[in-house]
């Protein structure tokens, strides 16, 4: 069965600072990642996919996350934060089972970012 | 081009209450879904409808319904609402095409049952 975690509900970084968001994930069968961001009062919206094209992924916002099939890991990083990151991020595992496509999503991490 | 509405954006309710969420998409997707939001937690399925005319349940279908209307509009009610109904409420669509889909959230909906 797919699950997520997510390491650390709450992650403040100055202003500056490299974000590092921690996620692993199991799936039984190749799995598809996402992450997720959620700004106050508003709905989640796309960072980034793998979809096994490239372990790399580049996201918008300057945000980008590597898959490491070894680890069971798809961490988030950013080198430099910024006060308009902080937002609630979500990751993601979506895989074909026998009810069709899920997706199962992470607890959440919130990032604060100080000035 | 509004993406995906929910009506309405905060509601409260008594205990026993009934109500309707309602969710429209004008992205032509065929797959919709209705989570809840609860802190520390997540969002958790409560029901999807893989295309027109299909329902399935999610992780948490218990005290919900759910109506896809058409290929826009997909609801979801509560027939006897309960204090562990308070949640926020995201609707979400997506296309089916392929297993990497993304899906897109609406606003949501921040209910109270008191």
């Known amino acids: 069965a797919q699950s997520v975690t997510q390491l650390g509900s709450h992650v403040s970084v100055s202003e500056g600072a490299l974000v590092l968001l921690r996620c692993n994930y199991s799936?039984?069968?190749?799995?598809?990642l996402f992450w997720y961001v959620q700004y106050p009062n508003q709905g989640l919206q796309l960072l980034l996919k793998?979809?096994?094209?490239?372990?790399l992924v580049k996201g918008i916002n300057g945000f980008e996350a590597e898959f490491k099939k070894s680890e069971t890991s798809f961490h988030l990083t950013k080198p430099s934060a910024h006060m308009s990151d902080a937002a609630e991020y979500f990751c993601?595992?979506?895989?074909?089972?026998?009810?069709?496509?899920?997706?199962?999503f992470g607890a959440g991490t919130r990032l604060f970012v100080k000035a | 081009n509004a993406g995906v509405t929910q009506t309405p954006k905060f509601q409260v309710l008594k205990t026993g209450q009934s109500m309707t969420l309602q969710c429209a998409q004008d992205?032509?997707?065929?797959?919709m879904y209705w989570y809840r939001q609860d802190p520390g937690m997540g969002l958790r399925l409560i029901y999807y409808?893989?295309?027109?005319?299909?329902?399935d349940k999610g992780e948490v279908p218990n005290g919900y319904n759910v109506s896809r209307l058409n290929k826009r509009e997909f609801s979801l009610r509560l027939e006897s609402a309960a204090p562990s109904q308070t949640s926020v409420y995201f609707c979400?669509?997506?296309?089916?095409?392929?297993?990497?889909?993304?899906?897109?959230f609406g606003p949501g909906t921040r209910l109270t049952v008191t």
């Open positions: 992205m032509n997707h065929n797959s």
């Open positions: 799936s039984s069968v190749p799995p598809y």
């Open positions: 993601a595992v979506s895989d074909q089972g026998t009810g069709g496509f899920k997706t199962i």
């Open positions: 793998y979809t096994s094209a490239a372990t």
């Open positions: 979400a669509s997506s296309e089916l095409t392929r297993v990497w889909y993304e899906q897109y």
């Open positions: 409808s893989a295309s027109e005319g299909t329902t």
